[in-house]
């Protein structure tokens, strides 16, 4: 058993799951119903791959605008410039700029009509607003590049812009992504416009990106948060249901193993029929089972005292006596009388052994099939061999076949030969004993019936106690423990089956004992 534990200690499989042996059953609840929630929490953070997924869209978007406007602009007369401005800036909802080859700003589309759209001064927005900070918040957690602030220039000139610079020395569009002061993005597209040396900045403000993966966290996060507090509330209901009672059958377990009540009452829940109270009802009835087999124990213990105090006392007096008598006849008696009382004490210790260890023995044991005509015969004949029966006629019948049963036939022979051994005592010298076998309702029953004076009904029950002895007149005291019933009843019953007294049927006067087992079937 060492190195079994040894070994198990050592699998890594269990290493990996002995944390969760720290965990109380309501964390373990708690933590199986909220984590799936958690998991689904976690999907807001990766909204910012759908931001992305649109902010891809609109720099393609973007590109193609500044090559299309480009193309559009170049070679068109200056009026013309103007109102294509005013135009693709108004239905684009865009900004368009032309700077000249020198740098300086040559047409506008904000200064030729309304803007399409506007952007606050860092100034003028609220930067403890909850948008803007959620906005923040995620960008931390998701780890998000730090995009360059949107600031118009208080010079506007090609200079004062990246975008525009590279596209003027690389002849090729550019698209530069910056955060607006209002946590909204803003895109810039910087092209060349024909071969005179002029560039095109086009400025757009996708806010409904922002406000889109903004609704989304929102909805996302308070069905989260919602779905958190109610499974969080459920999974305290529901272990409050399972750790209350589970803590009441462990309190009652604690104080039955203390032994400081001897009445406690461990809670059998009879109002639940789920596994908990399967449970309880098991416990209860192990603990009921428990009390009745200390007991049994206790009584068993002090009636073993009680029998085994009387043969000592005898064998006792007798020693002592030795010694202080001459006369060869009182020392021949006194002898026969210590011999008797060891054969007794003995006995006892024989009959007090078999009598412990036959439940352990018959819970471990395999069963068998056992005939029990087969049985009966082969143990009468070896009585009458071995002269047992002492001038009693046995008479074995059967009715109905087979008699075969499940069970041990050493344990099975125990019970005959002690039946057959009551019925010689209380039978006369001349008398008759009947064993009948019977098959009834897939039952195969054993009925020994002797001659002697019966047992009245209010006593039939005391015989099977333990060291019960109410022996005939004449037999010699010591010669029975008074376990012999006892333990035939207790095989009876590991072998499922029950051993009990009745009067006899014909009338005649005897007692009956029925040895009562199931049939195995053919």
Not at 31 to 49: E, I, Q, R
Request: charged share 30%; proline share 5%.
């Amino acid at each position: 058993m060492a190195e079994l534990g040894s070994v198990l200690r050592g699998d890594p499989r269990l290493e990996k799951l002995r944390w969760s042996r720290r965990l109380t059953l309501t964390s373990r609840i708690l933590f199986v119903n909220v984590l799936p929630l958690v998991l689904l929490g976690g999907g807001v953070l990766y909204l910012d791959s759908y931001r992305k997924q649109l902010l891809d869209e609109r720099f393609k978007l973007a590109l193609v605008e500044a090559q299309i406007t480009a193309e559009a602009l170049a070679g068109a007369t200056p009026q013309r410039q103007e109102a294509l401005l005013i135009q693709i800036g108004k239905e684009q909802r865009l900004r368009i700029r032309v700077y000249g080859p020198d740098g300086n700003l040559e047409s506008d589309s904000f200064q030729l009509a309304p803007p399409s759209f506007d952007l606050p001064e860092p100034k003028e927005v609220d930067q403890t607003d909850f948008a803007l900070r959620m906005d923040r918040w995620f960008d931390r957690v998701v780890g998000a590049p730090a995009l360059p602030d949107y600031r118009e220039p208080e010079a506007d000139s090609a200079d004062a812009w990246p975008e525009l610079v590279r596209a003027r020395e690389e002849s090729l569009t550019q698209i530069v992504l910056r955060d607006a002061p209002d946590g909204t993005h803003v895109i810039n597209a910087a092209a060349p416009v024909g071969l005179d040396g002029d560039t095109l900045l086009i400025t757009r403000n996708p806010f409904d990106i922002t406000q889109s993966v903004r609704e989304a966290r929102t909805t996302v996060s308070m069905v989260v948060l919602l779905f958190l507090l109610v499974s969080t509330l459920l999974s305290f209901f529901l272990a409050q249901t399972i750790v209350r009672p589970l803590r009441e059958l462990v309190q009652a377990a604690v104080r039955v193993r203390q032994g400081r009540d001897r009445q406690v009452e461990v809670p059998r829940l009879p109002d639940r029929r789920d596994e908990i109270g399967m449970l309880a009802r098991a416990i209860s009835d192990m603990t009921g089972a428990l009390r009745h087999r200390i007991d049994a124990v206790e009584s068993f213990a002090a009636d073993v005292a009680h029998e085994i105090k009387n043969p000592l006392a005898s064998l006792r007096s007798a020693t002592e006596s030795l010694g202080k008598v001459d006369d060869p006849q009182l020392r021949a008696q006194l002898l026969d009388i210590a011999t008797h009382d060891v054969r007794r004490i003995d006995r006892l210790v024989t009959e007090i052994s078999d009598a412990s260890r036959i439940d352990a023995e018959m819970s471990r044991t395999e069963f068998e099939r056992v005939d029990m005509a087969e049985l009966l015969h082969n143990i009468v004949t070896s009585r009458e061999a071995r002269g047992e029966n002492e001038g009693r006629e046995v008479i074995v019948t059967t009715e109905g076949e087979p008699h075969v049963v499940a069970g041990v036939g050493m344990r099975l022979e125990r019970i005959i030969e002690n039946l057959l051994d009551n019925a010689v005592s209380f039978s006369p010298a001349d008398g008759t004993i009947d064993a009948k076998l019977v098959r009834r309702d897939g039952r195969v029953l054993l009925i020994v019936c002797d001659e002697g004076p019966g047992i009245p009904e209010e006593k039939r029950e005391k015989v099977f106690h333990r060291f019960h002895s109410d022996r005939p007149e004449g037999e010699d005291f010591g010669n029975h423990s008074g376990l012999g019933l006892a333990i035939g009843r207790t095989i009876a019953e590991a072998h499922e089956g029950t051993l009990h007294v009745e009067g006899r049927r014909d009338g005649a006067q005897g007692a009956c004992f029925i040895l009562d087992l199931p049939a195995v079937a053919r």
